[in-house]
């Protein structure tokens, strides 16, 4: 089974900087199979990336995500006040279909 | 507008039972695979369930294997799990999600959650 390590488990930034969110795979993952999710307080997830590197619908583009293999990235070019969530990573496996999602990390205002 | 809105969840006790629905809207259900995600209070997101567009394929975490059940209604548009011998662990608020798969599998929508406590 695929385990997921998200890095750092807490981000303090402030309005304005740049957030760089690191996922990291225990092996080789599809990068097609890679999604980044935000998630606020009392709210559901909202999907922000899929395929690694492509934003949902409706996603502003200073959410852009990269990576292969075994590491992948979420970058948020400029932090905005809305941003300060919590971010989580998932892969998904076929064969019997399994989705795996990473701990999370959280952006907080610093 | 796609719209997921769980129902169903509630205090239960350890052994127990209760069955959770997710009524869609917006969307053509009978096209689209669904899954069921949880989060334990203060804790993280974990898979625990998926469903083909048919029903026919039913897929499970280790976690729930042999105690849940996923199942549909495409008739009536609403997704349901079934969940018997709960355990203390099981608390969670259970969201159902749309599942984008084919070459990609995310979720791409998503419920509001029904909060499912097992405890004495």
Do not use: H
């Not at chain 1, 709210?43 to 959410?63: C, E, H, K, V």
């Not at chain 2, 869609?24 to 334990?40: D, E, L």
């Amino acid at each position: 089974e695929i385990v997921l390590t998200q890095s750092p488990g807490t981000l303090s930034l402030s309005p304005g900087e740049r957030a760089t969110l690191s996922c990291r795979a225990s092996q080789s993952v599809n990068s097609s199979s890679l999604a980044w999710y935000q998630q606020k307080p009392g709210q559901a997830p909202r999907l922000l990336m899929y395929g690694a590197s492509s934003r949902a619908t409706g996603i502003p583009d200073r959410f852009s995500g990269s990576g292969s293999g075994t590491d992948f990235t979420l970058t948020i070019s400029r932090l905005e006040p809305e941003d300060f969530a919590v971010y989580y990573c998932q892969q998904y496996s076929g064969s019997p279909p399994i989705f795996t999602f990473g701990p999370g990390t959280k952006v907080d205002i610093k | 507008e796609v719209q997921l809105l769980e129902s169903g969840g509630g205090l239960v006790q350890p052994g127990g039972s209760l069955r959770v629905s997710c009524t869609t809207s917006g969307f053509t259900f009978r096209m689209y695979a669904m899954s069921w995600v949880r989060q334990a209070p203060g804790k993280g997101l974990e898979w625990v369930s998926g469903i083909s567009v048919s029903g026919t394929n039913t897929y499970y975490a280790d976690s729930v294997k042999g105690r849940f059940t996923i199942s549909r209604d495409n008739s009536r548009n609403i997704l349901y799990l079934q969940m018997d011998s709960l355990r203390a662990e099981d608390t969670a608020v259970y969201y159902c999600a749309k599942w984008e798969d084919g070459s990609k599998n995310y979720f791409d929508y998503w419920g509001q959650g029904t909060l499912v406590t097992v405890s004495s």
